[in-house]
């Protein structure tokens, strides 16, 4: 367990230095699936061959003086939703089983250009559609803090494979927190990128661009920054992918930033936790120097209405298929083919023009901050099988409102960092600070100290 619980870069290094092999360390990493896979089913496609046959081939090539990139050598995980060439993708879908890839997405194909080595693909929801993880082709992923609990999603077979140390870095994929919702249910670290960042040819479904995200999740910041840089920038396949050089975040005087805390203004109900959380992390970068003060984010439900009718656009042709065939797909999709009726086009034009609203006055908000710490989900991991309410201190809310601050950053398109605030009844509580448009590295240079101050990644009680 204790190379499972490193991180990506201090595995890389040691690999690099030949303090460990590359075969070793994905041995330990397919262990460490072999013993707690079977309680979390977070894995859903098992790579032990070809990832021993890569580490062998890197181990080789360091022998020989060569190291491919930063991750030389490292085991990662990708969601099954990312094309893997000669692979089934599928994205939990039963009409899509026998869909083969004849090649990588972009960011698989980036990270292993960067020396990853993947071992596994790890599970989603049908379709990629609900903000826990459940289909008719791999099952229901568990979250490894509580069994009974889900570890969000879609990409909660990410959160948990890496919460529990059996993959170091993985990527996800992000169309309404589905990066950051695994990230907090599950006490690490997730990335959203600034929209347009990363290509994100090769996503099955591939669909809303402007406002699906590739994106890595981790245990280290450091982890956050070197999968960024891996996978950022133009592949000349996907249009509007424009290529915004990325600072080194050490580089970065972040000792004293202009910080605004979000935290129940917007009329929002959050939960006891979860505002405890986001207060325990604006104190500890008070403790840090910043100045922190309340932002107002009054119309971050505005997100929810946009979602809605864009989303109940882009997903017409999806809801006429669970409609015809329903036995083909996820009960839970039902529900949403019901909820998400195809938009008049007067609730649509009003859509648009509200989003880009939005944009606007979250650019004006970055006028006077230079980082938002506000809540990602408002409610902390909920019981697997919920679907249209939430359970928020007693009272049950609609599940779309305690996704609202997630789906707040999908529609303006700003980068979004979770990190874990605490642990609260045995559950983690994660918070996200959201940066301005292409200002990664000032995330990262905020969150780096930050997690220090708040005690680093927790680690979910060993499974028995």
């Not at 190379?3 to 041995?27: F, G, N, P």
Request: charged residues 20%; contains cysteine; negative net charge.
């Amino acid at each position: 367990m204790t190379w499972t619980y490193r991180s990506a870069t201090e595995l890389a290094a040691s690999i690099a230095r030949r303090e460990l092999s590359a075969e070793e360390v994905v041995r330990a990493h397919l262990e460490r699936i072999d013993a707690l896979n079977p309680k979390l089913n977070a894995v859903v496609e098992r790579l032990d061959d070809e990832a021993l046959a890569d580490a062998r081939r890197a181990d080789a090539e360091l022998a020989r003086g060569t190291r491919r990139g930063p991750l030389h050598g490292v085991p990662i995980t990708l969601k099954e939703s990312l094309s893997m060439a000669g692979k089934v993708t599928c994205c939990g879908s039963t009409r899509l089983r026998h869909h083969v890839p004849d090649a990588d997405a972009t960011a698989v194909a980036r990270m292993r250009q960067a020396g990853a080595i993947p071992i596994g693909r790890t599970n989603l929801p049908d379709m990629g559609m609900d903000s826990q993880t459940h289909n008719l082709v791999w099952g229901v992923t568990r979250n490894p803090w509580d069994l009974e609990r889900t570890p969000g999603g879609s990409s909660g077979g990410e959160g948990a494979a890496i919460a529990s140390g059996m993959s170091p870095l993985g990527l996800g994929s992000d169309v309404g927190g589905s990066i950051r919702i695994p990230a907090a249910f599950c006490g690490i670290v997730g990335l959203k990128p600034t929209q347009h960042r990363v290509p994100v040819t090769g996503h099955v479904p591939l669909i809303l661009h402007d406002y699906l995200q590739i994106g890595p999740l981790a245990r280290s910041i450091d982890d956050l920054e070197v999968a960024l840089a891996a996978i950022a920038g133009p592949d000349g396949k996907q249009s509007m992918v424009p290529p915004v050089p990325l600072r080194d975040s050490r580089e970065i005087d972040a000792r004293r930033l202009r910080i605004g805390v979000v935290n129940g203004n917007a009329g929002l109900p959050i939960a006891r936790a979860v505002r405890d959380g986001v207060t325990r992390v604006a104190r500890a970068a008070a403790d840090l120097g910043h100045q922190v003060e309340s932002a107002d984010l009054d119309w971050a439900a505005d997100a929810v209405f946009c979602l809605a009718s864009i989303f109940g656009l882009a997903l017409s042709k999806l809801t006429d298929e669970v409609r015809a065939d329903p036995a083909s797909f996820h009960p839970y999709l039902m529900e949403l083919a019901r909820t998400l009726p195809l938009p008049r086009s007067e609730d649509l034009a009003a859509a648009f023009e509200l989003r880009e609203s939005m944009r606007a006055r979250m650019m004006a908000t970055f006028e006077r901050h230079d980082v938002l710490i506000c809540p990602q989900v408002t409610v902390p991991p909920f019981p697997i099988g919920v679907s249209a309410t939430a359970n928020l201190d007693g009272e049950p809310v609609p599940m779309l409102a305690t996704l609202a601050y997630s789906l707040l950053v999908n529609g303006t398109g700003n980068p979004s960092l979770v990190i874990p605030a605490t642990v609260t009844d045995g559950l983690p509580i994660g918070v996200q600070l959201v940066g301005r448009m292409w200002d990664e590295p000032m995330l990262f240079a905020l969150a780096r100290p930050l997690l220090a101050e708040l005690g680093g990644v927790p680690h979910p009680p060993e499974l028995a």
